[in-house]
């Protein structure tokens, strides 16, 4: 039976489509069948016209304030509404905050079934996510239609357009809200307290080695804490944790300030997808690897020469003491030799 592939996206503030989103595009490209574009946000006109060349039959979009933000009610009734128009049997989707928080509920009210953090999408359709803490792959069909599914970074190259933007025929589907809700503010941290960048070229991990004692037999958590963060703003780097690091502050002892589970990698934490990865004070053992699984290339800062890394789960590793190695690093980066 063909199937008929919704492509299903948000825009972002701009209006654009975002990279995650144009990678689930070109996975959605690759199961054949009829392609459908859905789209949803304030203004989705120009989304839709960034990826006119995308081979989709029809172009759908739900649009107006009441879909800038993401809200549960709202956008659930824009994907119920898109999903209807297109009559699609398989639905790609991007792993996004807004769509993993609605998007199994549209699934349960269409009688369909949901798959999410998809790691890789082929013909059939069958897709592959991991299970058990990331220990066990799975290859996964399912007769059941529709079937969502929620497609993590790096399941594909993203969608490039050939051309200029083009012209397309939007077919704007009428969609009310009748959710109460409303979306008076919005409040982040300062760009210098944000240490979660997910779309950083690089990871660098830390180790509960930066808060042990040092070889004048004492703690340097302020030297740390000033290594580290002073990397991150040199390099707009993403920070990462071991578990072993994050848990310290359940047990009493002096912990770097910025760091919480948020920000762990590892069997019980993320798996981030950056092109780069840099460890720092940390053992390279199989938990923790296993958050590395996706980055492209490795290396690690570990005064030990037998530590995990070394066996074959780093690229290069630095056998040196990671105070020294940053404190260099750093003046490199701000051009003092």
């Known amino acids: 039976m063909s199937e008929t592939i919704l492509f299903l996206a948000h825009t972002e503030a701009d209006g654009s489509l975002s990279r995650i989103a144009l990678e ?22 120009a989304a839709a016209g960034s990826i006119a060349g995308c081979g989709a039959a029809r172009y759908l979009g739900v649009a ?10 709202s956008d659930a009734a824009a994907v119920e509404a898109l999903v209807k128009a297109a009559g699609a049997t398989v639905v790609v989707a991007p792993q996004t ?40 792959e799975a290859v996964i069909g399912r007769a059941q239609r529709p079937w969502f599914l929620l497609v993590e970074s790096g399941v594909a190259e993203p969608y490039l357009s050939r051309g200029p933007e083009g012209a397309v025929v939007l077919e704007m589907l009428p969609v009310e809200v009748s959710s109460a809700t409303r979306v008076v503010g919005r409040q982040s941290p300062k760009a210098e307290q944000q240490t979660i960048r997910p779309d950083a070229k690089l990871l660098f991990v830390a180790g509960a080695g930066w808060t042990k004692k040092q070889a004048d037999g004492a703690t340097h958590i302020e030297d740390a804490a000033r290594l580290i963060l002073g ?3 040199a390099t707009g780097a993403s920070l990462g944790s071991s578990k072993s690091l994050v848990d310290l502050s359940g047990e009493g002892q002096a912990v770097l300030p ?33 958050g590395w699984r996706f980055i492209r290339e490795r290396r690690a800062i570990n005064l030990d020469a ?22 260099r690093v750093n003046a490199l980066l701000a051009g003092k030799s």
Request: with cysteine; charged share 20%; net charge positive.
């Open 24 to 45: 689930a595009l070109a996975a959605a490209k690759s199961l054949g069948g009829t392609l459908v574009a859905g789209l949803i946000g304030a203004d989705v006109q």
């Open 64 to 73: 107006g304030e009441a879909f800038a933000e993401s809200r549960y009610a």
């Open 97 to 136: 905050s807004r769509f993993a928080r609605c998007l199994a509920g549209v699934a349960q009210r269409m009688g369909g079934r949901i798959d999410t953090h998809i790691t890789a999408i082929a013909e059939g359709p069958q897709v592959t996510r991991w299970y058990y803490r990331q220990r066990m």
């Open 231 to 233: 990397f991150l703003g």
């Open 258 to 290: 910025f760091l919480s589970h948020m920000n762990q990698v590892g069997q019980t934490g993320a798996t981030p997808r950056h092109p780069k990865g840099l460890s720092a004070c940390c053992h390279g053992e199989e938990p923790h690897v296993v």
């Open 306 to 327: 037998n530590c995990g890394w070394a066996r074959g789960k780093a690229d290069v590793v630095y056998v040196a003491d990671a105070f020294v190695v940053m404190e």
